[in-house]
């Protein structure tokens, strides 16, 4: 599991050992929870924006200190690459929005967004800021999301059941995912 | 089998004139075939290279070269980057394919004769030849030591 916010910087390797960019930002699909690719700038401190994209398909592994490629021609000019990657961020950026539960209870707000790396690179839950006030709570926490999900703008709507799987720490978080995602199956018809 | 690591430094001897040509500054691996092609050589404050099937033989004081051959400035860019120190592969920060950091690079052993690869030492840890997928300007990429084969 990984922060969408530790990925940003991370240096793109290829297998040769050479960086070719660095991850400039995450784009995702909210209502699917899949990882897209990352747009991406230059290397060095003057790093600017590149023309070039990354598409998720072109990624061989996404780790904490990088992101593998095989090599170069795996970077797309971004008009090229898939259509999402050159969308305006603006439309799929689900950090601040709210998080209700289909009870009506607004369970904090989105600050990160949690990456299950491997394969798929699925999107597997949120960090969530509960800034309405709670004095008692203090710290993110950590909400498993469903596999699908209702995504408009202005909030994001989850199962009121998710509430026992909210966890404090990333640890443990991955099994709260799977518990919860049983949970869900379980009650579908 | 050669340790890089004490190679770095060695003098390089022409095998016709006894003249000194400089110093081993570190050698160019083919990671394909994982063997080392080429010595690069230090001579005052520029880099040249020596093909290994130029050098006739490695030893514990010395490199000796053949009587004919005179080490040749940087050609291509590989050598060219070469020249510059971005592939100077000890102390080297090293990046498995899973993108995992490793630490660094402490040494990299090869055979005297042939110039195969044989180990590879990333910290404390010993790691197999096959372990070695690249050696590029930013890291020395190896196979994870989770993934399959």
Redesign the interface.
Known sequence: LIKASQVIGLPVVTLGGDDVAEVRDVVYDPAQGRLIGFTLNARGWLGRRMKDSLSWSGVLALGPDAVMIRDESELAATDEATPALSEPPTDRNVLGDAVLTDEGVQLGMVSDIIIETGERAEVVGYEIDDKSGDAKRAGPRFLPLPQQLAVSGDALLVPATVEPFLRDDLAGFGAAVDDFRELLRGEAP | VTSLRDLVGRRVVSGGTAEALGEVDGVLVD?ATRHVTDVYVRHGRSDTFVSWDEINAIGPDAIVVGAEVSPRAPQSDREKAAAGGKLSILGKGV???????HGELADLDFDDQSGAVTTISVEDATLAAESL?????????IRSPESDG
């Not at chain 2, 990046?95 to 950091?101: S, T, V």
């Not at chain 2, 997928?133 to 990429?141: C, D, H, L, N, P």
């Open positions: 990671t990046l498995d394919d899973l993108g995992f950091a997928i690249g050696i590029g300007s930013y890291a020395v990429v």
